[in-house]
């Protein structure tokens, strides 16, 4: 049987660089195996973290208020000469019939020269761009006294809408409406979620009733915010 020939310098040189060629090629697939295992582990780890986040039940928090509490105190009233027709809300003449403490919006309590009634004056409930207007509330009948209960509270219920976006909640509320009624006590916030961000609602109190008069809790229109676990209300 005859000798193979033997390669020349020329093949091995050709062998060597193809040899080389294929080493490269192999590690530069390696190198691209590597960095999409790592890309897919950091997406798989940021879907389990947005995930955790969205599906974790948020703590309820107290809502903030920002101003400083005013201790509720009995107005001091006076009818108003009659002829003299009480302002609507924003009006010089709202509170024309009545001396208080501290007068202002949701504190003033003045008694009506038209009817003789007593009512807590008015006041805005804004919420990110939302803002309602609350007329005058009658707080007593010239007639049977307080409108209701001993010890039952007046507040607002304000209703509106979170912030979402992409699976997430985020900072910001914007009112729809805002409404009064009583209760024994004011209820409980409900709180915009990633999965439930419509309408939520954030309550404040007005203040209280006693056997034969209101208590007026704070001055000021209402300015309401949200962030991710509390609702903030400030008034002004």
């Known amino acids: ?17 193809e040899d080389q060629k294929k080493a490269r090629m192999d590690y530069y697939k390696q190198i691209k195996e590597d960095l999409g ?17 969205n599906s974790s039940p948020k703590p309820t928090a107290a809502k903030v208020e920002s101003t400083t509490t005013v201790t509720p105190m009995s107005p001091v009233r ?9 302002g609507g809300v924003g009006s010089e003449n709202v509170g024309q019939g009545t001396t208080t403490q501290s007068a202002g919006s ?3 309590v003045y008694v009506s020269a038209d009817d003789g009634h007593t009512y807590l004056q008015g006041g805005t409930v804004t919420g990110g761009d939302g803002t309602d207007t609350i007329a005058d509330i ?15 509270h007046l507040y607002v219920e304000a209703t509106g809408n979170g ?3 992409d699976g997430v909640l985020l900072p910001g ?7 009064t009624g009583t209760a024994a006590s004011v209820p409980s916030d409900t709180l915009p979620t990633a999965s439930s961000s419509s309408g939520k609602k954030c309550y404040v109190d007005l203040g209280v009733f006693t056997s034969d008069d209101f208590l007026p809790a ?5 300015r309401i915010s949200f962030c991710p676990g509390s609702y903030t209300v400030s008034r002004s």
Do not use: C, H
């Open 138 to 152: 009658k707080v007593i009948d010239s007639g049977s006294g307080p409108v209701s209960a001993v010890g039952n």
């Open 173 to 179: 509320w914007d009112l729809t409406s805002a409404s």
């Open 106 to 108: 949701f504190y003033n």
């Open 37 to 53: 295992s790592f890309a897919k582990g950091v997406l798989d780890v940021k879907s389990n973290t947005n995930a955790a986040v």
């Open 218 to 222: 704070a001055a000021g229109s209402i």
């Open 163 to 165: 912030v979402v976006e």
């Open 78 to 86: 006076f009818e108003a000469p009659r002829g003299r027709q009480r």
């Open 1 to 17: 049987m005859a000798d193979e020939p033997k390669p020349t310098a020329a093949d091995l040189r050709i062998k060597f660089l």
